[in-house]
């Protein structure tokens, strides 16, 4: 089969390997799409600690093939979205509810081989069923909306609440989408891009702001009267961190969640975070919340069609994945 493979640094290709075999408690998924994540292009230059050599690929959709000995909950042919996080359980991180943070935490696409290929091999306690008529494309969406899931729940928005969200690729419209559904009465999406800000608008943002012309903190400031009660940063960057503490109001929450390359420090002032009071609630993967994603998608409650700005083969991955994304680009979908 076709495997997009990691195999050193920066240095990524499409190889002929072998097909899975499927293991005890194991399934066969044959994929149908799978999506780029920006955390792919951090593993290819090295700033997300990830196996080498590797098939990344972690928000992935398919149907299952094969069923492993042991595996009662599948039996073949069902459309499933896969929780690419396995966290060993018995951690103390575990035993207190925070697979997230599991000592021995392994992922699919990233500690072991995922779903950049023809078929990938998973537990099948990571595999939940989608409805057999689900666009794969919108199956692909669920990985990447259970890690956003997982911001809200950390920022309690409430009915009525302001929130600004920085970073206006598919995550930060993805939060967009999930702030209106959780009653945000004001919502501020703050991205360079003017086809990102337009975007924003049809699915929600009461108002998109462009960094680049306007004192961004002063404009949301102003328009929310003194600060939002949520921020959430998605961009991953030095400028979005420090900015977007400074947007939050006086007891306000800033929940961070872009990832930023590993060793990366980004000055603060701790005097302004203490007398303001701004709690920094960091949101780390999925924990418990892939089930609620597959949930949503199936309701087809949210806008995902319009987020997918580009489908590619296999062959194509090594190509996008080892570039910056392009002007304009939101989602990239690979159907194998």
Avoid at 109 to 121: E, K, L, P
Avoid at 139 to 165: N, T, Y
Avoid at 230 to 241: M, P, Y
Wanted: glycine share 12%; net charge negative; with cysteine.
């Amino acid at each position: 089969m076709r495997a997009v493979r990691l195999e050193a640094i920066g240095d990524m290709t499409m190889r002929m390997v072998e097909k899975p075999s499927v293991g005890p408690g194991e399934i066969i998924v044959r994929v149908l799409a799978a999506g780029i994540c920006g955390s792919d292009r951090h593993m290819y230059k090295g700033e997300y600690p990830t196996a080498i050599p590797v098939t990344l690929g972690h928000e992935f959709c398919g149907l299952v093939e094969e069923v492993g000995e042991g595996v009662s909950s599948f039996v073949g042919g069902e459309l499933v979205t896969v929780d690419p996080n396995i966290a060993c359980g018995t951690c103390p991180a575990c035993r207190r509810g925070r697979p997230n943070l599991c000592a021995n935490l392994k992922a699919i696409g990233v500690t072991r081989d995922g779903g950049f290929a023809d078929y990938v091999a998973v537990p099948c306690g990571q595999a939940f069923t989608l409805p057999a008529d689900l666009d794969p494309v919108h199956g692909a969406f669920c990985e990447p909306l259970a890690c956003c899931i997982h911001a809200i729940d950390k920022a309690k928005i409430r009915p009525g609440d302001s929130v600004a969200i920085l970073g206006g690729g598919v995550i930060g419209l993805l939060m967009v989408q999930l702030a209106r559904l959780a009653g945000a009465g004001q919502i501020l999406l703050i991205t360079r891009q003017l086809s990102r800000r337009e975007a924003a608008l049809r699915l929600g943002a009461t108002q998109a702001v462009d960094p680049t012309a306007t004192d961004a903190v002063a404009a949301v400031q102003d328009v929310t009267g003194g600060g939002v009660d949520v921020v959430i940063e998605c961009a991953g960057v030095q400028e979005t961190l420090q900015t977007g503490l400074r947007m939050a109001r006086r007891g306000g929450v800033f929940v961070l969640f872009g990832v930023t390359p590993a060793g990366l420090e980004v000055p603060v002032l701790p005097f302004d975070l203490l007398v303001n009071e701004v709690e920094i609630r960091p949101a780390y993967l999925n924990p418990f919340t892939h089930a609620r994603a597959a949930a949503i998608v199936a309701s087809g409650i949210l806008e995902l069609d319009s987020l997918v700005t580009k489908t590619i083969g296999l062959e194509d991955v090594a190509g996008v994945v080892g570039s910056a994304p392009l002007a304009g680009e939101i989602k990239v979908i690979v159907r194998p």
